[in-house]
């Protein structure tokens, strides 16, 4: 079992930043983040391995930039340039021990 919390999310203003934590309670070796906007299904956003590879989505590439620190078991997002169409309930994902784990997400909302 691995247990997942984000932190971080929030409103910012379009053009804005904003940074996501996601801290698990072991080491896994793929952690990734996925967004649900209102009315829409769970999608991808951005993955990285333990070696530190990592992939992005098409639509947030070059705008979002995805992190971890091995030794502190955290993952981070970093989100630039953020667009309305980027509001959603963000949520952090880990591939390990033979299963795939959630957490509770997190909001951010892009407006003026």
């Known amino acids: 079992q691995v247990e997942l919390v984000e932190s971080g999310g929030g409103s910012v203003q379009p053009g804005g930043f904003l940074g996501l934590s996601c801290a698990a309670s072991?080491?896994?070796?793929?952690m990734g983040w996925y967004r649900q906007a209102p009315g829409k299904q769970r999608r991808w956003v951005a993955i990285?391995?333990?070696?530190?590879?990592?992939s992005y989505a098409e639509a947030v590439k070059g705008r979002f930039t995805i992190s971890r620190d091995n030794a502190k078991n955290i993952m981070y997002l970093q989100m630039s340039m953020l667009k309305p169409d980027d509001t959603a309930v963000y949520y952090c994902?880990?591939?390990?021990?033979?299963?795939?784990?959630w957490g509770n997400g997190t909001l951010v909302t892009v407006s003026s």
């Open positions: 072991r080491m896994v070796d793929t």
């Open positions: 994902n880990a591939i390990g021990f033979g299963g795939e784990f």
């Open positions: 990285i391995r333990r070696g530190g590879g990592t």
